[in-house]
């Protein structure tokens, strides 16, 4: 995983760098609306495994016409396991919860993917939690609290669902954490491009699986609309933002990189009131600006390492 970028980098690879930072902000602000828009006809496990089959068939193609090779057998068990926590977990849980849950709201809730990463990290003898570490968790799930407070105290099936899609959603940002986590110790060494392929067909295999065993093809249909956006899942969100996101990387501050994670939510609850009609009032504003804000101060209160440290690119 890359830590830092480039002591130096030309005026013309500095400019687009900026151009691909942005279009990371704009590409992985969108998905969440993909996403939302493909499970008006599919499925959610079918729809996320067969969106990252064929990202992860795209890349090794690419791979192979390049002449890199793929990383060995020997490292495929960790990299299932990556695909697990990041795809299966991660990205199989935000589908999952989108079902009941605005597209915008979901993308506020994964950005409290860094809450839980200082906890796992703090799990595992790394970084220890800070005053304002403790403060930023205290502020953040406050604001998760001021979102699913009516939900907790008119109990319909509307709001049970959505309490369901809230808890999916963090426990798909756990698993992001974990194998972020994981990523970080036990695959630096590992081949860039050909782990990312051979984890996103993992992740799509696995979640193929479980959306055939679930009985989800009676529920799984295709129109224009649901096809473009699963296509554009596919190839622009999650190809295009990984390349972008590299690139970004390489001559840019991560410290400056970083700050997708802030603009994401604000480009999805955007799309989603604009395109979906999406409700967005003072008590959900009031909800994700907390969350923001938490978000940073655990970030700003964590140790060093963490503000240099930027997760795997979720490739949303």
């Not at 995983?1 to 900026?18: C, D």
């Not at 609290?145 to 309490?163: A, K, M, N, Y």
């Amino acid at each position: 995983m890359i830590t830092s970028a480039p002591a130096v980098a030309t005026t013309r690879e500095k400019r687009l760098a900026y151009i691909a930072w942005g279009a990371v902000c704009l590409i992985w602000g969108t998905t969440y609306l993909g996403i939302r828009i493909t499970l008006e006809t599919m499925s959610p496990a079918l729809m996320s495994g067969f969106r990252w089959l064929v990202a992860g068939t795209l890349l090794v193609v690419y791979m192979r016409f390049k002449g890199e090779p793929l990383p060995p057998a020997s490292r495929w068990g960790g990299i299932a396991l990556m695909g697990f926590l990041l795809l299966f977990v991660g990205n199989g849980g935000v589908a999952y919860a989108e079902q009941w849950v605005p597209s915008g709201i979901a993308a506020v809730m994964v950005a409290t993917a860094p809450f839980w990463m200082a906890g796992v990290e703090r799990s595992v003898g790394g970084e220890r939690f800070t005053g304002r570490t403790l403060l930023g968790l205290a502020v953040g799930f406050s604001g998760i609290l001021v979102l699913v407070w009516p939900e907790l105290t008119i109990q319909t099936d509307d709001s049970r669902r959505f309490l369901i899609g809230i808890v999916a959603l963090q426990v798909a940002a756990l698993g992001w954490s974990l194998g972020s986590s994981y990523s970080r110790r036990f695959s630096r060494q590992d081949h860039l491009l050909g782990t990312t392929a051979l984890q996103m067909l993992a992740g799509g295999l696995m979640l193929t699986a479980v959306g055939a065993l679930r009985g989800e093809w009676p529920q799984f249909g295709i129109n224009g609309r649901t096809s473009a956006a699963f296509i554009y899942l596919s190839t622009v969100g999650a190809l295009g933002g990984f390349v972008a996101y590299t690139y970004a990387l390489r001559h840019l501050p991560v410290s400056f990189v970083s700050l997708y994670a802030y603009i994401n939510p604000v480009i999805a609850v955007a799309l989603g009131v604009l395109l979906l009609a999406e409700p967005f009032d003072l008590r959900i504003a009031l909800a994700a600006a907390l969350v923001l804000l938490g978000v940073a101060v655990v970030r700003t209160g964590a140790s060093g390492t963490a503000r240099r440290i930027v997760p795997v690119p979720r490739g949303r």
